[in-house]
């Protein structure tokens, strides 16, 4: 049984969180598993995956703010394309979550999504999720 499953997903800002917990269910369905782990992972150098709030949108819009206060969008970089901060947030939020399922649903506190992080878009892009049975 193949648990693997790409997702197509197109961004619309420079930078942006899209909350992506509706396909890591849709997997978890597809792939009729009660208990297990799910991997999302993002195959970008520029992109990344992070769990955070889902009530408030200003959470999204703060740590937008302060990754760029981190890795400004204009510094000394000397990468030729112009994206070194996007790089540079890609690796600091991390391309791969992990999360538990159990009773065929994704572990995640009241308040908590999983994100696809953009940080050099728009762009049109891909997210893998692994469903591992446990």
Known sequence: MNNLFQFQISTNKSQEFLDITHLLRQ?????????GI???YC???????TINENADPDVVRDMLVALDKVFPIKGDYR?????????LKS???G?????IIHEGKPV???????YFCEFDGPRNRKVYIKILKG
């Not at 990468?79 to 790089?87: D, I, K, L």
């Open 95 to 99: 391309a791969e979550k992990t999360i």
């Open 79 to 87: 990468h030729f394309e112009g994206n070194s901060h996007a790089h």
């Open 43 to 49: 195959p970008h150098t520029t992109a990344g995956i």
């Open 108 to 114: 995640l506190g009241t308040w908590q999504s999983v």
């Open 27 to 35: 997997a978890i369905e597809k792939a009729d598993i009660n208990e």
């Open 91 to 93: 690796s600091f939020v």
């Open 38 to 40: 799910a991997v999302v």
